[in-house]
């Protein structure tokens, strides 16, 4: 029992970090959030060749490195913490999916989604599929088997702008047989818990130093008790969320992951509510860099299963067997 | 304690009931942040105007129907429950009509509110600065002295309405040499299309304009725009801050409409018995909150006035305002997360609430000092 | 329209108020906690001469004053404030059950609920009723009717010392067919808000005056701004419970008493719990009078219907009439 | 990162489990706050002892098996998983053994722990003072010279265990001319049945004296029960503070636990779909918990210390708890009112958790400051 990462998994965070540190995240945001997917696509580039979809990909295959759940939690909570836009999750989730298809399909698709060279959206039953307008593949998972969607709808908008919804177009060559299984659900919730993780600690972050640098009535902000205990609160949600999230890497479990999910995405959005309130009317505008964040922390919540939805198998599941 | 109301209000009631179901859009309009929906919503506000219903409240010389505060009431519980329209005209009508009643003359009374009662002039608040947030004594934009009038100088920010607004009204510092930081101060109206007046409308979370910076350059104002005394703009806003606060920001018509959709929203989607608690609060909120504006209303016919119970009012609703928007996203599951529906747009307006007309940690405070009696602290 | 009490009904209030403050009701509840009653049928008597529980029986019989429910929920706050122990809820709900019943019956029994001579108790089901060992007329509530039960089952202790919870004893004299009434409901309901509000309140009052007395750090715990906040949501929600409860009394409708219960408990319930955070050790004890209202203010959020049985009962009747 | 467990420590894990099935009385013992319960708890720290399952961590000399950390914490999980009784040992095992391990001398190590350890005398804290609840350094009462020891002279309150107890430990002002008020103060240890001593118990909420106030008249305590150097007493209470808002005070076990407890009720009574959510985040926050902790357990092994973040972990617990146990409650219903039922004593017990070993408001203030880095506020 170590529950702590390891030097190799802290040097990979702080790679991560540094690559989109450098990188004007909220400039390719703002392209992506337009239908301009050209920054955005050399990020993705550069983030692929760090590894992280790697990671989805089983070593068998051509650029794989996976499967690797710690580690691509590690990238998610980076990926989270700068607002990469694009699916990054469901480029994870078809890796997941398409390990499962038979060999040769799977030597033909998996190895772009490792390089980068294709991104890669899932769109389950009737609901929206995130960036289908940017996505190369398509897969449309229903109760009979998951299709290569030959094509997508037009695009809706979602509350966080970054996040382009679409419909995907029925028909298309069946892959696999079979709905989405439950271990690529699991896959796609542990990566939306790091994602959402991540934004709340950028938000936790950007708060901080708003309330210490912001003065009223002549002294910071960060000095009113109000203001620190509400802030004490997130820090508490989000380091409790942290263990739950790295303990469902390990285990995989879904009703492990599910619990992350929800907690993670919890924490994020009521760290969100404070960050707005602290931020005051600032924080409102989207030309400030604030909303990359706030807005995700709502989207993520409802992405992949919302709160409800991850709680009822946590109940469904507990008695069966301990943690 | 009677809650009954009288055969005139009840008359009263009925026909605007009947009017706003024979003109109501049957389809709504275009978000109000856009420059088509503003322009659809200004039409509208015509539409209201031309049968009298635009300012019941004010007197009939400048277009309203001389309505009581309870028959006001009773026209908003009758709007929102009609799915009428938002209203473009409200930092006017709210804010600075009753700021003209009181302290205007006959001369600006007779001038600026007979077009804003029709909205053919829109106006829009600008008190925030950069740094004057909460701390509204801070101000620095000034206005001086020049011949018949005064020139404005200085930048004034989170001005909603704005991006397409007409007109605008706020505070200037006219006494630099004032002894405290609250004296010394005008209240101003001016035209937003003056020369020196640049608008920079700024974008809230979903990308809409509802907002503006306004940068201002020796923008001249005559004499005839300054409300009250020059150096009372302070004590003079104050009582407008306290009807922004109080009883008219936000009608409980609203709210009562508000629950009744997430009701309705709650059924369409199965009545699921998870969502079952947080939709009986809803209602049940609405209801406290419209008994609690009667019983306001109430002591205010009685002469009192409305103080700091205000704060109360405040923190309430907009608070009351999220949990509601949040319950219906949580009930649409992933198709809450849609940004081009009704639900989304109000969402992210009552995500607001808190943060304008004085924050709630303000009211909060205000409460324990005021209210409760506890000693001031430092915040 | 005139939402606010009248003079006379404040004056009502005020005199209730002065009678129950000249009272030492503190000791009373520790008699009647431990079952002597003597010191509690003293208090009873002088309330009952104020006209509390005629409020609730018709005028037609003898020492009858009612129906008058804005008069009783002006009492029943006020005996909320003051703690007063006893059956009170469960008298008026025994006088609005007797009047339904057959004229005779109800001349024979209603008399001495108004005169305050007899004490009343009402169980439902299998539920406990309270006080059984101190009141004089015990009616046990079934699907087949209301009978006038022989005795009680053995006392069993309430988190509320106070309340004393007895099974009654099946049998007795048929006085009603059919189970207990909506209206009946009803009036059990409003007093038991009322009295709620006013046990919220007395601690709202309490926590008030402690904390402005109370020093650490060398200055009033009132001063501290978490402190100052806390109160603030806690006069917040005792404030928009308060019409909830008189618009009830109003319109006696069985959803809108349903609101007011669940508001006026959940707002008392939250004030105890920050009245206990806000007086520290103290008010954990049972010797400190705090106590007193506290532990009644979990204790009637249950009774009469839990906040989930009275919301249920509010989202049923949505929709079909305006409030 | 790994969360698998040595065969080693599954193994000990298994003997624990055995020994606690066969051991744990099938009954519930009478409260622990009552002369009754307080002599049954004692006798089962006792049985528990005389198998070497009372200290487990200790080391063999004092009657311990050497447990590492993690073995201690899968103990626990094994301990509360199958039902076993409250530990009515815990303050002197969990406060003042840490001290003695850290700061006591070999003489008292061998004087004091064995007692401890097999329940023979149970120990009471007494921190607190009527003046000085948060605010530790105002403490007043005093310990004079005297030939061969102290003489102790004051009031404590607070003193949780005490009723019943047979000694006690707290800090106590041995130089009144010390420059600063947190210095010049001991550490002792005293018999709460010497000359003297006067104990007052207190009851709380629900009528159990669960705690008591000590009136001090020249209380003598011989040299040897004084720990550390007299004037050092502020400093060695702070490291124990440190365990007892850390680690050791509420093991992850008693949550996952009662987090079972709480689905098993839920199941009984229909798995009612209204509480679904709030019975999932019991679940939720008993792992998330018990992961925290592996998380700090694990950085422990590699050599750092439990700093502020045990900050976090008293604000976690203390309010998880109330929150499972009102959940309790509510899906008890009318039920739910009684006060002699397990559940009831738990949510009373629960009820204390924000107020004691440090207020959450207290801890909240250390989390802005020292965690989060910011300005130091006037509270």
New interface residues.
Partial sequence: ??????AE?RAFAASLDALLTAADTPAVVRDWSRGDHTSGRALWSRVAQAGVFALAVPETYDGGLGPRP?ELAVAFVELGRHAVPGPLVETVTAAVILSGADPGTAKRLLPPLASGGTLATVGVGR??ALDGDAAGLRLACSSDGIRLSPGHGPV??????A?R?TPLTPGGELLLAGPLTEQALAWARLATAAQALGVGLALLDRT?AH??RRC??G??I????????R???A??AL??????V??A???MRPA?VA?AK??ACEAAYSTARTA??LH??IG????YGL?LW??KA??LR??WG???AC??L??SA??DR?? | MDLTHSPADEAFRAEARAWLHAHVPSEPLPSLETADGFAAHRAWEAELAADGWSVVNWPGEFGGRDATLVQWLLFEEEYYAAGAPGRVGQNGIHLLAPTLFEHGTREQRARVLPSMATGEVIWAQAWSEPEAGSDLASLRSKAVRTEGGWLLTGQKTWSSRAAFADRAFGLFRSDPDAPKPHQGLAYLMFDLRAPGVTVRPIARLDGKPAFAELFLDEVFVPDEDVIGEPGQGWRIAMSTAGNERGLMLRSPGRFLAAADRLHRLWRAQGSPESTRDRVADALIGARAYQLFTYAAASRFLDGESIGPESSLNKVFWSEYDIALHETALDLLGEEGELADTDWAERYVFSLAGPVYAGTNEIQRDIIAERLLGLPKGRR
Same sequence: chains 1, 3.
């Fill in positions: 029992m170590r529950f702590l990462l390891d998994q710690v609901s929206y809706r908008p979602s509350l966080d702008p996040r919804l901080v309330v210490k009223q009535f002294v910071p960060g000095s009113f008790q109000a203001v620190r205990h802030l004490a609160d820090k508490i380091e409790f969320a942290h263990p739950l790295f303990g890497a390990l285990t492990e619990a929800a907690a707005l309130q005051g009317a409102y505008t989207a030309e909303s706030l807005t709502r989207a409802t992405a919302d709160p409800h709680r009822a946590v109940v507990a008695g301990r943690w």
